[in-house]
């Protein structure tokens, strides 16, 4: 083997790689045209085509769809598209699953008779089309309704029934063995299916052949299916609707109205949908007369996909957006806004102004949720029977929307927003009246949107959600403190009221109802009877009809019951309207008497005041929460605990200081003279850096490098910042942070500060350049610097890569196996073409 490999050969490698790398630019570029160009693009030419309105559209589809204009913008709206259709496709095939598997409601099947077979059995294959194989028993009648159990149950009922059967005319039985040989067929057919064939294909198709990543053209006909199904997508599920809902608003005259709303397109298609949902069952009715089974079932189907989609838009949509509009309404007086200004906001951006709205619901509907499931764990099961458990297993809120009849969603929507409603102007619009009237001059908060001072606004209130929050979530305990609260009240209020064991329980039946409870679990598997195949169906039937709430505990009913309940939820009522008024005056006043000493009378904005004080008034709580633990443990273990936590709190300031500090200004300051300086300040004027500005955005940018960090390869930075976050604040290791972590980064950061500038203002002028030019490379030292550092990296990168290339032509020419074959040139084998070759070298 040569020492070194010969030019040709080395040539000769490159080429082949070259060529390898081409043919693979090749076919990649072909896949990213036509997954990220060709499928979106054709997707918004054909969604803006349909949507036209005109014949010449049409005609001009094909032409419109080569057409290079708007490429950008086609292609971005047409991705929006396709990730509609796409999400609108998995619904669907999610929303089958979840009625084959939890059964169809009673209505699509209670007509629905069981035909007879040769035998004078009820044909089970019927239950396949009632739903699914799963649902059928072999030895007894489907059991898909609650008439279906009874007659199942009740043998003289079967009797009256076949001799109803028998009495009818020979034509309608025919029909019927007809119905049930097409039923057997398809219930042969469900039953051959073998899912491991379909495992087998699906292990076949993955992600890289379907997308062409494998190196195929294979994908080329997966696209063609995908633009046929956006466009299928597109006619169904978005032309139909909305020509339908403009047609109705047209004719009914409200087309105004609809225009003034700024939002045409959407409660246009949501009426076109609301119409063809009453249109279905209308039809579903006269199907029913007529005994179309088959046509009924499929108009029943197709109801239930458009009352699914409807409600998931009114629960996931609309009932946010008005809690989030109730919300804004009832705290315009703490802003000092007026509804005229809501309303000008709205003409000005009616888009954000609605997503902003539905996002601040949203986050108030989680927020109640999450304090309803904290009361769960306080109160005994069963005071909240009238509220869904959203922890429980059984809960299904799909099934619900199947299921349950539209008027009672329509009830359950009604009372949720009078709920929410009540709640908001018990928390928020009485808490604002009573302190208007005893501080007038405490409100209005001062929310300034836009400032002309030099910090930056919105770098604080990102520093404010990114930095201060999280670690007031994470590390205050406070769902402990908000849980130990409720517990103290609910004590409180029971022992004043006599309503402890309604409330919390009695502790002996609490414990008997424990040991009872895995014994009545036992006996009830024991007496459940084994049916094949009765799955989802079956427990989704009994969740809807249970009599009673589940995980019930029994209690001791005082005297004069309603009106104790009474004076409780006026007593509930008076306790979260004084939390309210401490929540809303507490911790603004603390964070304005704070930022006085720092600001003096300058306002600010209250986000910061606010965030400020709850900070202090959370360090407060939790002082004093250690302070009363350590109380029973002694004086003396006091003092060394004392002594343990203010070392403990100096090292943690020093490493705040450099960590949270220095390396987060250092960090934005060459941020600022890297990227932002060049692109914002012209050469002929001059920078202004703002220190604090320039800190805020170095936190963030600090968080964003250390979840890079910790999430790429290992190196020793993350080694590092691991093994500090492994060790936590109470085992804080001060050498070992500055020496592995704050020193070096602070050295970088120094370096790339310092260098540049000593250069610039240093070097530069000993050279005898004009000013113009010195000015030019001050200005722009610090971008050519990050230019050159970026080549080297790249330019290291390709030399290892150019090893690796060199190591793999060298082995792929000589190295056979393990072995490496002898190397002898072509004079050499003239000279020695007599002499025999002599043996391969290990």
């Given amino acids: 083997m040569p020492s070194r490999l010969p030019i040709q050969d080395i040539f000769a490698g490159l080429v082949t790689s070259i060529g390898t790398a081409i043919r693979y630019w090749f076919h990649y570029t072909l896949v990213a ?109 489907a059991n898909l309704a609650a008439e279906n159990v009874v007659v199942g149950e009740n043998p003289e009922i079967q009797e009256e ?68 199904l956006n466009t299928l997508f597109i006619l169904v ?25 700024h939002f045409e397109g959407l409660i246009t298609t949501i009426v076109g949908y609301v119409l063809l949902a009453v249109t279905l069952i209308v039809c579903h009715g006269l199907a029913a007369l007529v005994k179309f089974q088959r046509s009924r079932r499929l108009l029943g189907v197709c109801y239930i996909v458009v009352k699914v989609s409807l409600l998931v838009v009114v629960e996931i949509g609309v009932f946010p957006l008005i809690c989030g ?53 306080v109160l005994r099961p069963g005071v909240l029977w009238f509220l869904r458990n959203l922890n429980d297993p059984d809960f299904n809120p799909v099934q619900e929307m199947i299921h349950l009849p539209i008027y009672r969603h329509l009830r359950r ?117 084994p049916v094949v195949g009765e799955g989802l169906h079956a427990a989704h039937q009994a969740i809807l009809q249970q009599g009673g709430p589940v995980g019930f505990q029994p209690y001791r009913r005082p005297l004069k019951f309603p009106l104790r309940i009474f004076l ?31 600001t003096g009378t300058a306002k600010i904005h209250e986000l910061y005041t606010a965030a400020c004080g709850l900070y202090v008034c959370w360090l407060s709580i939790r002082a004093v929460t250690v302070l009363v633990a350590w109380m029973p443990q002694g004086r003396r273990v006091i ?23 220095v390396v987060p200004l250092l960090l934005g300051l060459l941020f600022e003279l890297v990227i932002v300086a060049p692109l914002r300040v012209p050469l002929d004027q001059t920078p202004l850096f703002y220190p604090w500005q320039d800190w805020a955005l170095g936190v963030l940018h600090a968080k964003i490098i250390a979840a890079v960090t910790l999430m790429g390869p290992q190196w020793w930075l993350k080694t590092v910042i691991e093994q500090v976050y492994a060790n936590g604040i109470r085992n804080i290791d001060l050498h070992f942070i500055i020496r592995k972590l704050a020193a070096p980064v602070i050295s970088v950061l120094l370096l790339s500060l310092c260098v540049p500038y000593i250069i610039a203002s240093g070097v530069v002028p000993l050279l005898g350049v004009t000013a113009e030019m010195q000015n030019l490379v001050q200005r722009r030292i610090y971008p050519f610097l990050l230019m050159v550092v970026v080549l080297m990296g790249i330019l290291s990168f390709q030399v290892r890569q150019f090893k690796r290339l060199y190591e793999h032509i060298k082995n792929d020419k000589y190295l056979v196996g393990q072995r490496l074959v002898n190397y002898e040139r072509k004079s050499g084998k003239q000279g020695t073409s007599t002499t025999p070759p002599q043996s391969s070298q290990e």
């Fill in 161 to 228: 029934q076949v001799d109803e059967e028998e009495d009818d005319n020979e034509d309608e039985e025919d029909a019927v063995v007809e119905d049930a040989a097409d039923a057997n067929n398809g219930a042969q057919d469900d039953m051959n299916w073998n899912a491991l064939e379909w495992d087998r294909a699906a292990e076949e198709l993955t992600w890289e052949r379907m997308l062409g990543l494998d190196g195929s053209l294979v994908f080329l006909e997966h696209v063609f299916w995908v633009v046929s």
């Fill in 325 to 377: 509009w109730w919300l804004d309404i009832c705290s315009l007086e703490m802003f000092d806004a007026t509804l005229k200004d809501r309303e000008l906001s709205f003409q000005s951006a009616p888009g954000t102004t609605m997503f902003l709205h539905w996002l601040v619901g949203m986050v108030y509907v989680f927020y109640f949720a999450s304090f309803i499931l904290l009361l769960r764990e």
């Fill in 568 to 598: 409780l939820i006026v007593f509930m009522c008076i306790t979260l309207l004084i939390a309210s008024l401490i929540c809303l005056t507490l911790p603004v006043f603390v964070g304005r008497w704070l930022m006085s000493f720092w």
């Fill in 413 to 529: 929507f009604i009372l949720s927003v009078i709920v929410f409603g009540s709640i908001v102007l018990l928390m928020l619009w009485l808490p604002i009246r009573i302190i208007k009237y005893l501080l007038p001059n405490f409100l209005p908060y001062n929310v300034m949107l836009y400032s002309d001072a030099p910090v930056s606004e919105l770098s604080l209130e990102l520093l404010l959600l990114q930095v201060v929050l999280p670690a007031l979530l994470e590390q205050g305990h406070t769902r402990q403190w908000l849980k130990g609260l409720v517990r103290a009240w609910t004590v409180t209020a029971g022992y004043l009221l006599d309503l402890h064991s309604y409330l919390l329980g009695d502790q002996e039946e609490n414990e008997n109802n424990a040991n009872q409870q895995p014994n009545n679990q036992h006996a009830r598997n024991n007496n459940a009877i």
């Fill in 33 to 141: 045209f036509a997954w990220l160009g060709v499928v979106p693009l054709t997707a918004c030419r054909i969604y803006k085509c349909l949507f036209t309105g005109s014949v010449s559209s049409l005609l001009t589809l094909p032409l419109d769809i080569l057409s290079t204009e708007n490429l950008l913008a086609d292609c971005l709206q047409g991705c929006f598209v396709v990730t509609c259709t796409l999400c609108a496709f998995i619904s669907l095939v999610w929303l089958r699953e979840q009625i084959v598997h939890g059964g169809a409601p009673q209505w699509l099947e209670q007509n629905q008779q069981q035909p007879l077979n040769g035998v004078g059995q009820q044909n089970e294959a019927q239950a396949v089309v009632n739903g699914g194989v799963e649902n059928a028993v072999l030895d007894q009648p």
């Fill in 639 to 661: 003092f060394q605990k004392v002594k343990e936590w203010s070392l403990m709190i100096m090292k943690t300031l020093i490493v705040a200081i450099l960590l949270a500090g």
């Fill in 237 to 261: 599920f978005a032309f139909c609707p909305y020509h339908i809902g403009h047609f109705s608003i047209v004719g009914l005259g409200f087309e105004e109205y609809v225009q003034a709303s």
